[in-house]
């Protein structure tokens, strides 16, 4: 039911990552850094919150119990009001960008419920702590939008991203998936015996010691991604000289 503008940023905070693994960006935000948030919109003490509960979603939770400040709105927190507060949070760079990324994320909190806020300091921490990963979204993908496992996976494999999936499968689009050059596809590693046929592209990776990446050429440039999808191109860029 959800509109597809609204269909990847859910996807992605399902997933507890707001971006593609090989995009150039970084939360910024430590345990240190939403600790101090919340002791600025919270009566509790919340140091000593973290003795008895430790993780640090359950610490938000008992901490947004008793704010000491409130939202100026009364509607109820949304989706995508969250996205955008967490990817502004990672788009801040510079000279007092810690201060911004603090005010960003307390203006988030103080309009979230207890089991909101627990859900917002997971996700700034990347970990949701709730067992769904990538086959369990894709197959609710397969059932949600009526489509094919197998293509769904296709799908996958050169367009490693679950929210981008989710949204080419609502807009009818997935047989125009294709393989394109600064996006990596999922490696997999060549095991011993016979390999099969499939219809599922694949990039295989021989068993070899050493550092595993993928290496993308076109236009004159090139692109180096490591098994977890990570760009590593400007730690590479000596290696790839004329």
């Not at 990039?203 to 991604?225: N, S």
Request: aromatic share 6%; hydrophobic share 40%.
């Amino acid at each position: 039911s959800l509109p597809t503008e609204l269909l990847c940023p859910c996807v992605r905070l399902l997933m507890g990552e707001l971006w593609a693994s090989w995009e150039k960006r970084e939360m910024g935000m430590g345990p240190e850094s939403v600790e101090e948030c919340l002791k600025e919109i919270s009566t509790e003490d919340v140091t000593n919150l973290r003795k008895p509960f430790g993780e640090l979603g359950l610490v938000a939770e008992a901490a947004i119990r008793h704010k000491s400040q409130h939202s100026i709105s009364t509607e109820p927190l949304e989706a995508m009001q969250v996205y955008r507060g967490l990817d502004r949070i990672t788009r801040q760079h510079g000279p007092d960008s810690e201060h911004r990324q603090r005010a960003i994320l307390r203006g988030v909190r103080l309009g979230a419920k207890p089991i909101e806020a627990k859900y917002i300091a997971r996700t700034v921490m990347r970990n949701m702590r709730v067992g769904l990963g990538p086959q369990t979204l894709l197959a609710a993908i397969v059932k949600t939008f009526d489509v094919m496992a197998e293509q769904i996976r296709k799908v996958y494999a050169i367009m490693p991203e679950l929210g981008l999936v989710a949204k080419a499968a609502s807009m009818g689009t997935l047989a125009e998936v294709r393989i394109k050059p600064a996006r990596p596809v999922r490696p997999m590693l060549i095991h011993h015996g016979k390999i099969s046929n499939t219809p599922v592209p694949r990039a295989y990776i021989p068993r070899y010691p050493g550092l595993r990446v993928q290496v993308h050429k076109a236009g004159g440039e090139f692109f180096v991604f490591t098994m977890r999808l990570k760009d590593i191109t400007s730690a590479m860029s000596s290696l790839f000289r004329d």
